[in-house]
């Protein structure tokens, strides 16, 4: 069972409010990366990170940001939630030194912006 | 068209039967991923291949690099694996590209 951690699971919010999700793993792992999906949809990487203070943005243009002050923590803000945000948001990291290796997802939060 | 793509979309077998999705992909790659997602969303990883065949239990996964193709086959089939099978191409820069996935339904 991977150690990998997303808070909230769940979350309905008015537009316009800043959040914040949550993603933290327990295993050393360098490598960390936000995916959003929508249902039925194929996974979209928004961001990715392969190590402290190092952030870079994924394939699907988003309008979150991240921040990677410590190994184990990888939070995604949005400053102001919109209707169009409403998503499914899985965070994942792998610790292979080359390439990604396996990667190790958390169970995912599902956003509604109302 | 994506650059990775799946088929078929949907599967439904009967409990026994061999299974096989197919995945090939467009881009140069470093690794083909295969994951799972079962229906409460939550992502297993099953197999990452870069050359031959792997094999895990019931689930065997092969690659052929000249062809830019892979596939996953489960034997045996169980209604426990049903879930969504997703393939992805690692690329350059250690990013995943994903396809939109294959919907596996088992009746028992």
């Known amino acids: 069972e991977a150690d990998i951690y997303q808070t909230p699971r769940y979350l309905v919010i008015g537009t316009g409010k800043k959040i914040t999700l949550e993603c933290s793993q327990t295993?050393?792992?360098?490598?960390m990366y936000w995916y959003q999906q929508d249902p039925g949809m194929e996974l979209h990487l928004i961001h990715y990170?392969?190590?402290?203070?190092?952030?870079e943005k994924g394939d699907l243009s988003s309008e979150s940001t991240v921040s990677r002050i410590r190994t184990e923590h990888f939070p995604l803000t949005l400053e102001s939630a919109r209707p169009s945000h409403t998503s499914q948001y899985l965070c994942?990291?792998?610790?292979?030194?080359?390439?990604?290796?396996?990667?190790?997802f958390g169970p995912g939060t599902r956003l509604t912006v109302l | 068209k994506n650059e990775v793509e799946q088929s078929p979309q949907n599967l439904t077998a009967q409990e026994g039967e061999f299974i096989t999705i197919n995945c090939s992909y467009s881009?140069?790659?470093?690794?083909l991923h295969w994951l799972q997602q079962h229906p409460g969303g939550g992502i297993v990883s099953l197999f990452m291949?870069?050359?031959g065949k792997k094999k895990h239990g019931r689930l065997i996964a092969t690659i052929n690099i000249q062809e830019k193709h892979s596939s996953l086959h489960i034997t045996a089939s169980h209604p426990r694996d049903s879930a969504v099978y997703i393939c992805?191409?690692?690329?350059?820069?250690?990013?995943?590209?994903f396809g939109e996935g294959t919907q596996l339904t088992v009746n028992p």
């Open positions: 291949l870069s050359s």
């Open positions: 994942a990291s792998s610790g292979r030194d080359r390439g990604i290796g396996e990667q190790f």
């Open positions: 990170s392969y190590g402290v203070n190092s952030t």
């Open positions: 992805a191409a690692e690329t350059s820069g250690s990013r995943l590209t």
């Open positions: 295993m050393g792992h360098d490598k």
């Open positions: 881009v140069g790659i470093s690794a």
